[in-house]
């Protein structure tokens, strides 16, 4: 499996007169931003290449990239409700918000929608800090919970034309997650602790959702 591959599986989702939305799941670490920026190069690539056989100038971005880390509630909300240290379980996000988003970004009826990002270095949500233009004709949204199927989070799946599962060898997940918690200034014993407890019980979670899965696309075995 080669990421041109899963590009073009990804360029198969848009049909003329719509917006494909395209999701991508997996437990914390398993390499979902990886995949989401990865197949955004490609199909940037592609696109650039298509116009420059045709003679054409830049026509605006045709993909848009929207993480589900953008609806993470924030840290003086997650005190007021008692879920602080648990931050990134599904009660921990605005899933109704999340949901609302997508349909939004399927009717496309609007020039542009704002979606909220995720600043990593101050672990908060980012309002209206990604903007997806109307030239988008595929939109990538990523996150744990496209596929859990309880709550809010039920909304979520059926606005999206496919959902992909990243998944990585489990020794190789908590590692990386480790040094992604350090990189972010946790200190290493405390990194450690968050890996193997409030991200494993998500992961294992995310892990009961794999076979709703329309692609499992195994990380350690992709082509970058």
């Not at 198969?12 to 190069?41: F, H, N």
């Not at 509630?73 to 879920?83: C, I, K, P, W």
Request: glycine share 10%; aromatic share 6%.
């Amino acid at each position: 499996m080669t990421i041109d591959e899963l590009a073009a599986r990804a360029r198969a989702l848009v049909r003329p007169g719509r917006r494909a939305l395209l999701g991508i799941a997996g437990s914390p670490g398993a390499g979902k931003s990886t995949l989401a920026e990865s197949l955004l190069t490609a199909l940037r690539g592609h696109e650039d290449a298509e116009r420059a056989e045709r003679g054409e100038a830049g026509a605006g971005d045709r993909v848009a990239h929207v993480p589900m880390d953008g609806f993470h509630l924030a840290d003086t909300e997650l005190d007021r409700l008692g879920r602080r240290d648990r931050k990134g379980a599904p009660d921990t996000f605005d899933a109704a918000g999340y949901a609302a988003l997508l349909r939004r970004l399927r009717e496309d009826e609007d020039e542009v929608v704002y979606a909220p990002g995720f600043a990593r270095e101050l672990e908060q949500p980012i309002a209206g800090s990604i903007p997806v233009p109307r030239t988008a004709r595929l939109v990538i949204t990523e996150g744990n919970y496209l596929l859990l199927d309880e709550g809010d989070w039920a909304r979520v799946r059926p606005r999206l034309d496919e959902v992909w599962y990243c998944e990585l060898d489990e020794g190789e997940r908590v590692r990386r997650l480790v040094a992604r918690h350090e990189r972010f200034g946790k200190e290493h014993a405390a990194a450690v602790a968050w890996a193997l407890g409030t991200d494993q019980r998500n992961a294992d979670l995310v892990a009961g959702t794999r076979h709703r899965a329309d692609l499992v696309v195994p990380m350690d075995a992709v082509r970058f």
